[in-house]
């Protein structure tokens, strides 16, 4: 209709697609602190295309001697524990103290449909907008260990990019806990009052990996359960504590209120340092690195035996067997191993 195009026309001229920045441009641009070029900078390390990978690579080797001087801090804690609220109040917190902060939110990949919450920036609306603050939430994609792929890959970045404490979030439900434990200087569990028995719903494995407890939700007529709860809770930790190591603290907070934030960011400092003092920040920096190697072999290689042609055929008839029972998992895992060597 005189040429003007319609609504749904596949003539229209479609959006122009943005520049692809150079390694150069990437480097100079996370460097200098441009957000911009940092959520790019992000985005490319998640990308699954081979060219991409390939920058990536490239780009991580090139900020990794920028980065790992930040405080890095694990969170979790059951749904409903008030994480994202919890780590909203910290993050601004610690932009008043004049520190930068970046929060990996990790959201769960749905199962069903595949697709992921990414709410973490609407919940965290007063953080997101912050200029010294820089939120990334990603899907775990079925991810082993409740963190996405590239969570390591991220904390180089933001790293690089001045972001001097970085706080990983996770989705608080099986191996995520002791995943990101093994990435970060302090590990911090949320735990809830007010539930009947305080210590119920807390894994004691959980409990065992945690540098620093704190017992969320001690809003206003409710700082006294808090307070009982974290009573409680430590008494239980100075019994599960072997003998001669450090016990965490237990420090009840609000999240909602930001009281006692001050305290607990002592203690997540404190123990950071006493790492430091004793020799065991750097060696445990350089465990974690090593770590990170292995766990990257273990994604390789299982992408290589999943995606291998003998593999992909024989694939429906052993599940096929597996599930009629005539076959069991142990025989079926061999054969498709056999299958991949070949």
Aim: hydrophobic content about 40%; some cysteine; aromatic content about 2%.
């Amino acid at each position: 209709m005189n040429g003007i195009p319609m609504p749904g026309d596949r003539t229209s001229n479609p959006a122009p697609r943005r520049r692809e920045l150079s390694l150069d441009e990437y480097a100079a641009g996370v460097q200098a602190g441009d957000v911009g070029v940092l959520a790019r900078a992000v985005t490319l390390i998640e990308s699954s295309l081979p060219r991409h990978q390939r920058m990536a690579e490239q780009l991580l080797t090139r900020l990794l001697p920028a980065s790992g001087n930040a405080i890095r801090v694990g969170v979790t804690g059951a749904p409903g524990s008030g994480k994202s609220t919890f780590i909203e109040a910290l993050g601004l917190h610690l932009v008043g103290l004049g520190r930068r902060v970046a929060v990996l939110a990790v959201d769960p990949t749905s199962g069903v449909t595949g697709g992921s919450i990414l709410g973490d920036k609407t919940r965290m609306d007063r953080l997101s907008v912050d200029p010294d603050a820089f939120i990334r939430p990603s899907p775990t994609a079925g991810t082993l260990g409740g963190v996405t792929r590239t969570t390591r890959e991220t904390m180089v970045i933001v790293e690089a990019a001045g972001y001097d404490t970085v706080i990983v979030e996770t989705v608080g439900v099986g191996q995520s806990e002791i995943t990101v434990a093994g990435m970060v200087d302090t590990f911090c569990v949320l735990a809830l009052a007010r539930t009947g028995d305080s210590l119920q719903g807390i894994k004691r494995g959980i409990l065992e990996l945690a540098d620093v407890v704190a017992v969320n939700k001690a809003d206003g007529p409710h700082r006294l359960d808090a307070e009982s709860t974290a009573v409680e809770l430590a008494d239980a930790l100075r019994l599960m504590t072997p003998h001669g190591q450090p016990v965490a603290p237990v420090i009840p907070v609000s999240g909602l209120e930001s009281w006692n934030l001050d305290k607990l960011w002592a203690e997540i400092t404190g123990h950071r340092q006493a790492l430091a003092d004793r020799g065991e920040l750097a060696a445990k920096h350089q465990r974690q690195q090593v770590e990170w190697m292995w766990s990257m072999v273990d994604e390789a290689v299982l992408g290589r035996v999943r995606h291998h042609p003998e593999v992909k055929r024989l694939t429906a008839e052993l599940e096929a067997a597996v599930t009629a029972g005539e076959c069991t998992p142990t025989v079926a895992a061999r054969r498709l191993l056999t299958a991949a060597a070949s």
